[in-house]
T-cell receptor, first 122, second 120 residues
């Protein structure tokens, strides 16, 4: 079972440009989460999906941020008109909530994280 | 709103010794889950251990154990027999488990983290 993967691992962009990140969760995980982590801080929640449905969005997620999970598998996080304050590590995590197709249960709903995408806005 | 506090910015321990990393939390909910994650310099968050608020026994996973004191709202991580590879940032996190509709809240709230350095 492969872990959570994220692409790209690093992104350098100029202020005002749009960027898009991709996250592939662990197969059979129905929940997918996005967090943002700045240097020396713990991750901050941005949004999460259960299957295709976006269940919660943080107020940190301004109008310039949008996330999708169209088929309930991979997810994309887009930032429009990037600002220098958007420079951070963007972490994706996935979890199994409820019962999976193979019968396994995700009682604790433990989130497993990917390697992150480090964004630098110049 | 829930809050996690890790008061130790940095901790040092000698190889093969045990170390305790502190975590206190604040929530008015009765049902919640507590997690510890390790983040090496590579950046990936690695899940270590979980404790549910209704679990009667402290959680253990190999060299990791969680000293859960519900009345004090503390969930300290104990690492026994420290190894050089344990040097990393450690985060405590909480998730409210169940809302009124019976659905688990998804988001984790993290503390500020503790940098652990293991000396040979």
């Amino acid at each position: 079972d492969t872990g959570v993967s994220q692409d790209p691992r690093h992104k350098i962009t100029k202020r005002g440009q749009n960027v898009t990140f991709r996250c592939d969760p662990i197969s059979e995980h129905n929940r997918l989460y996005w967090y943002r982590q700045t240097l020396g801080q713990g991750p901050e929640f941005l949004t999460y999906f259960q299957n295709e449905a976006q269940l919660e969005k943080s107020r940190l997620l301004s109008d310039r941020f949008s996330a999708e999970r169209p088929k309930g598998s991979f997810s994309t996080l887009e930032i429009q008109r990037t600002e220098q304050g958007d420079s951070a590590m963007y972490l994706c995590a996935s979890s199994l909530f409820g019962r999976g197709a193979s019968g396994q249960t995700g009682i604790t709903d433990t989130q497993y994280f990917g390697p992150g995408t480090r964004l630098t806005v110049l | 709103a829930q809050k996690i506090t890790q008061t130790q910015p940095g901790m040092f321990v000698q190889e093969k010794e045990a170390v305790t990393l502190d975590c206190t939390y604040d929530t008015s909910d009765q049902s919640y889950g507590l997690f510890w994650y390790k983040q090496p310099s590579s950046g990936e968050m690695i899940f270590l251990i979980y404790q549910g608020s209704y679990d009667e026994q402290n959680a253990t996973e190999g060299r990791y154990s969680l000293n859960f004191q519900k009345a004090r709202k503390s969930a300290n991580l104990v690492i026994s027999a420290s190894q050089l590879g344990d040097s990393a940032m450690y985060f405590c996190a909480m998730r409210l488990r169940i809302n009124a509709g019976g659905t688990s809240y998804g988001k984790l709230t993290f503390g500020q983290g503790t940098i652990l350095t293991v000396h040979p």
